[in-house]
């Protein structure tokens, strides 16, 4: 158990429609990435929180947003999903931000 | 732009032997790079790390080695064992952490 969790860890849904996914750090960890892994392809890295602020930003759509809570949470919002969306969602929180992040155990989304 | 490339999508390896991960990257301003490991259907789980300062980390059976210069990483696991079969991916960091497309490595018994 990484310490991490995401929630929830299936969702199947139809296009157009719009989902939240969220993710818990571990215990005192103040970064929070997050990553989206299609069928057989790597890990794409979407978006990095450090703290409730934005840090880094990667091949992160329009559609797609995230935010960062007080409380360290982070969450994920995908909107006008597509077919091409369907993927696994990792989250990850590390302590520092140059250090080994710890991965939840993904959301699988599926859109119909 | 693929800034961390694994150029073998697969590799298979008889028990005993040694397994080695390769993986290059672009970006010269990755001061810390990383291997993971993935089980089917979990998250990836953090298994050695390299700052850009060395060139050499050993954590039992796994050492991971660094070509600055040629801007290349290694993994090398040593003995290879059949619970090593998983998807590892290796990732470099430079204010975020970028991840490579992976290397699924099957150890044979």
């Known amino acids: 158990d990484s310490g991490v969790t995401q929630t929830p860890k299936h969702l199947i849904t139809a296009t157009g429609q719009r989902v939240t996914l969220r993710c818990s750090p571990r215990?005192?960890?103040?970064?929070v990435y997050w990553y989206q892994q299609s069928l057989d392809q790597g890990l794409q890295f979407l978006i990095q929180y450090y703290n409730g602020e934005e840090r880094a930003k990667g091949n992160i759509l329009e559609r797609f947003s995230a935010q960062q809570f007080p409380d360290l949470h982070s969450e994920l919002n995908l909107s006008s999903l597509e077919l091409g969306d369907s993927a696994l969602y990792f989250c990850a929180s590390s302590g520092d931000l140059n250090t080994e992040a710890f991965f939840g155990q993904g959301t699988r989304l599926t859109v119909v | 732009d693929q800034q961390v490339k694994q150029n073998s999508p697969s590799l298979s390896v008889q028990e005993g032997r040694i397994s080695i991960l390769n993986c290059d990257y672009t970006?010269?301003?990755?001061?810390?790079f990383l291997w993971y490991k993935k089980y089917p259907a979990e998250g990836p789980t953090f298994l050695i790390s390299?700052?850009?300062?060395?060139d050499k980390n050993e954590d039992g059976r796994f050492t991971v080695f660094l070509n600055k210069s040629a801007k290349h990483l290694s993994l090398h696991i040593v003995p290879s064992q059949p619970g090593d079969s998983a998807v590892y991916f290796c990732?470099?960091?430079?204010?975020?952490?970028?991840f490579g497309t992976g290397t699924k490595l099957q150890v044979i018994p």
């Open positions: 990732a470099a960091g430079y204010q975020k952490v970028t």
């Open positions: 215990s005192g960890d103040l970064s």
């Open positions: 970006n010269s301003m990755f001061d810390y």
């Open positions: 390299i700052s850009s300062i060395k």
